[in-house]
């Protein structure tokens, strides 16, 4: 029994606390998608489909991890044209209905509910690349028994595990001093689009579950880390070729590594 956040408030057998963790991502998963809309994820998408295509090496099987509504499985099936599967992730059952009915039509496409709190049951060695975009920091307890830092360092160990040699993880975290207003401003002109009138209900929604994902990682209970320890951790564990950026209006680092 640990506590999992840094005023020692929470303890990780306190069942109210993660069964509002799991109605956070179940209602948020019913308004998600929208975000697809603003322009600081736009330009994050396209941060992260320079590193999908950046290179020669063929890479067939990719896995997203906590995969959401599917937004980086389109992008990478729109951006690469040699793979053989994509295996999308998440445990929330609204997130993957968004996942799984996009996707319908695609054979090559499949959906796990998976915790990824937990090893994987994947074998060693058996993905090309993975992407988790704003996911791996959110998850609090590894396997019953690590939380904070930890936590994150064993899911990206978990990650680096899976990852075949010469594999690729893409993924990215909220800043140490993330600030999502930031983000909302610059969306302000995508809400008030007259062909999408829902935005200016759907885009402040947003913002207020954004606040709560604040909220937890100024506490410690997800992980917002400075570049150079994010850096660090990545070294620590294997990858080799770490490069970090910022995206998302200046509020997430994006950090791709080769096993
Ligand atoms: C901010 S959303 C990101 C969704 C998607 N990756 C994207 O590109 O926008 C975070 C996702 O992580 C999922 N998630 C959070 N904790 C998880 C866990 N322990 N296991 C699996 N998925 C998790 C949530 O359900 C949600 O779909």
Wanted: charged share 30%.
């Amino acid at each position: 029994m640990k506590y999992i956040d840094k005023h020692n408030k929470i303890l990780s057998t306190d069942k109210l606390f993660w069964n509002k963790e799991k109605k956070f991502w179940n209602n948020y998963g019913k308004i998600y998608f929208n975000l697809e809309e603003s322009d600081p994820y736009k330009e994050m998408l396209l941060e992260i489909k320079k590193i999908i295509t950046g290179d020669n090496i063929v890479r067939k099987k990719w896995l997203d991890a906590g995969c959401g509504p599917g937004t980086m499985i389109d992008l990478i099936l729109k951006n690469r044209n040699d793979i053989e599967s994509i295996i999308g992730i998440d445990f929330d059952g609204v997130m993957l209905d968004h996942a799984i009915n996009r996707m319908k039509k695609k054979s090559i496409v499949s959906f796990e509910k998976v915790d990824l709190a937990k090893t994987l049951s994947y074998d060693e060695n058996m993905f090309d690349a993975i992407v988790a975009n704003l996911v791996l920091s959110y998850i609090i307890v590894f396997n019953d028994e690590h939380v904070g830092i930890n936590a994150l360092r064993e899911v990206l160990k978990e990650m680096y595990r899976i990852l075949n040699k010469d594999g690729v993880l893409i993924w990215t975290t909220p800043t140490e001093k993330v600030n999502f207003n930031y983000v909302f401003i610059r969306s302000i002109k995508n809400m008030i689009n007259p062909s999408k009138l829902h935005l200016l209900l759907d885009g402040p929604k947003i913002l207020h579950y954004a606040k709560q994902i604040e909220k937890k990682g100024k506490i410690g209970i997800y992980h917002f880390i400075e570049r150079e320890k994010l850096h660090n951790l990545m070294l620590e564990i294997g990858f080799r070729g770490v490069e970090i950026k910022k995206v998302f209006a200046g509020q997430a680092y994006l950090i791709k590594g080769k096993k």
